[in-house]
């Protein structure tokens, strides 16, 4: 899962961001975050354009040919759209539906139902895969990652890897454990940290954490 920007805007209100207290039960704009932490950059930009179209439109339910995909999105290639939608389809963030009765040739046409951010995660969960990202799954008192999460969301520009060290670091990890965790070497830890530290402006560990958690930030929530 790669961040980046994503051209479509989603309608989030940073100013209200509230994480809660229960991550069974997260408000929409929690949901977001942590559907965007598990998408590949591609497919965050892809899942973002065709939840903002089929809100215009004002239905669940919407056909998406390639080329429009190309247009809503910005991406080049349509391999690189084709293995987005797969990606999404596989972390049940859309559903391929065929359209009964269609006689448009050899080929049946597809339409796409885009779930919200809480109904993938409830569709998720009941399939018993954890609603959080690596690295933070499982673990006691995810409540308190929220501003974390948010602010790695924030950031925009972190690759998944990034974004796994720095919420493990957020937990109080130290780079043997996160390499540990993440089932990397711990010389792969340091190198994603170097990066880390440069992209959120900070030279150490404790001013990364002291980030995370700090209120404020910025306003834009694409990945």
């Not at 987005?84 to 269609?102: D, M, T, W």
């Not at 972190?158 to 990397?184: D, F, H, K, P, Y």
């Not at 992209?199 to 002291?210: D, P």
């Not at 404020?216 to 990945?223: E, H, I, N, P, T």
Request: proline content about 3%; some cysteine; aromatic content about 6%.
């Amino acid at each position: 899962m790669l961040f980046g920007k994503e051209p479509t805007a989603t309608a989030v209100a940073l100013a209200t961001y509230s994480f809660g207290e229960n991550p069974e039960h997260p408000t929409p704009e929690h949901a977001m975050a942590l559907v965007a932490l598990s998408h590949t950059v591609v497919e965050h930009q892809l899942y973002s354009a065709m939840l903002a179209e089929i809100s215009t439109v004002g239905t669940r339910v919407a056909s998406f040919t390639t080329r429009r995909l190309m247009t809503l999105t910005g991406i080049a290639g349509y391999s690189t759209v084709r293995r987005g939608i797969n990606g999404l389809v596989n972390k049940l963030s859309i559903e391929r539906q065929k359209v009964a009765g269609h006689n448009g040739g050899n080929h049946p046409l597809l339409v796409y139902l885009v779930f919200s951010p809480e109904e993938i995660l409830a569709r998720r969960n009941a399939v018993g895969l954890s609603a959080y990202p690596k690295g933070v799954e499982q673990q006691s008192g995810l409540a308190s990652m929220g501003r974390a999460v948010k602010r790695v969301v924030e950031m925009g520009s972190l690759s998944r890897r990034e974004a796994q060290v720095a919420l493990c670091c957020a937990q109080g990890l130290t780079n043997a454990e996160i390499g540990t965790r993440l089932q990397v070497s711990e010389q792969t830890v340091k190198f994603h940290l170097r990066n880390i530290f440069v992209k959120f402006r900070v030279k150490r560990r404790a001013e990364l954490v002291s980030r995370l958690f700090r209120d404020g930030g910025g306003k834009d929530f694409s990945l």
